[in-house]
């Protein structure tokens, strides 16, 4: 018994690494149409400064519907792509993608994209990024740029000089999901960061948790000696969200302000919030 026992769990892994394999094959061959086939869509998740919850961004996040598979998550398709080269053509995809949006908003909006080390890496990404911006008529103080920290430990040097010529244009630099990987404070010293976003597995917990509000508390003083602005991300309550203000954090991000949405819904949000400014500088008028 205890054998066949045996050889079922065997039978069961072994099933269940071949299902993943497939599934991974799959990926790899729909990912190469997508971009021909326009598969590609980005969504765009807003920033809000705190305390006041004004939206200052968004962040474009990548959104992949394929036929067979559905929604595929990012979270599992870029690590795919990024093995087989192909993030290199997405990534300029997504880049083109957010100045195009850019250039339709207002100019004091800013647009946030994620960027893989691979893409990094490869030929001229200033080149492309500083033609992306130019080909739009798009300020490159209204991009930025995350990256993880786990690029920044590979080829440190290249990257290095990658982000000089970023910074040299006038886009910034964002440290996304800080605190998680390889934090290593040599980077925020070395790497002349613009924004720090600080990971969601210190935000998202309960309020109570002295250990992440204590976490919170000293990366924002950290940052703010450093010139460094910082991000929440993932807030998804009220009572998270007056923490990171009481923690002196000056951005927010999360399902709580606002979901990833489409650029329809985005511009919509846009344009609430410039007419609730405007009726606010009236009501400010009236009541001189
Ligand atoms: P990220 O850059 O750290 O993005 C944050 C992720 O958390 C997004 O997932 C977002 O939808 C989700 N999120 C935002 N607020 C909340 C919240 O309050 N609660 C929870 N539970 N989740 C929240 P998404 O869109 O699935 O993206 C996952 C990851 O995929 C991103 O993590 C990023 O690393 C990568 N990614 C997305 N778009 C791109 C892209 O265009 N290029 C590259 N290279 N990577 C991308
Ligand atoms: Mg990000
Ligand atoms: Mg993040
Ligand atoms: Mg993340």
């Excluded at 300020?139 to 920044?152: D, Q, W």
């Excluded at 460094?228 to 203000?245: A, D, H, M, P």
């Excluded at 990833?260 to 344009?271: G, Q």
Aim: net charge negative; proline share 2%; hydrophobic share 45%.
């Amino acid at each position: 018994r205890a054998k066949e026992f045996g050889r079922d769990r065997i039978e069961g892994y072994e099933s269940g690494m071949i299902e993943r394999a497939a599934r991974r094959r799959q990926i790899e061959v729909e990912l190469a149409e997508a971009l021909a086939q326009d598969a590609f869509e980005l969504h765009f998740q807003p920033f809000y400064a705190l305390p006041a919850r004004r939206l200052i961004g968004f962040e474009a996040l990548l959104r992949w519907r394929n036929p067979a598979l559905g929604m595929v998550s990012p979270a599992e398709f870029v690590p795919i792509s990024e093995a087989n080269g192909l993030i290199v053509d997405i990534g300029a995809w997504v880049l083109e993608e957010a100045c195009r949006q850019l250039a339709r908003w207002p100019v004091h909006l800013h647009v946030a994209v994620n960027a893989s080390a691979v893409q990094l890496r490869s030929a001229d990404f200033v080149g492309q990024v500083a033609d992306a911006l130019r080909r739009h008529g798009v300020e490159a103080r209204r991009l930025e740029v995350e990256l993880t920290e786990t690029a920044m430990v590979e080829d440190g040097r290249l990257l290095s000089e990658v982000l000089k010529g970023l910074r040299r244009l006038g886009v910034r630099i964002a440290m996304d999901d800080f605190g998680t990987g390889y934090s290593s404070l040599a980077h925020l010293r070395d790497f002349e960061l613009d924004r720090i976003k600080i990971d969601r597995s210190f935000i998202d917990t309960d309020v109570a948790d002295l250990g992440s509000r204590a976490v919170i508390r000293a990366v924002t003083s950290l940052a703010q000696d450093l010139n460094i602005l910082t991000i929440g991300e993932g807030v998804e309550t009220e009572e998270q969200f007056q923490r990171l203000v009481e923690c002196g954090c000056d951005v927010g991000q999360g399902y709580l302000l606002g979901r990833p949405m489409d650029a329809a819904a985005a511009s919509r949000l846009i344009s609430l919030q410039m007419f609730d400014d405007d009726l606010g500088a009236e009501q400010r008028e009236a009541s001189r």
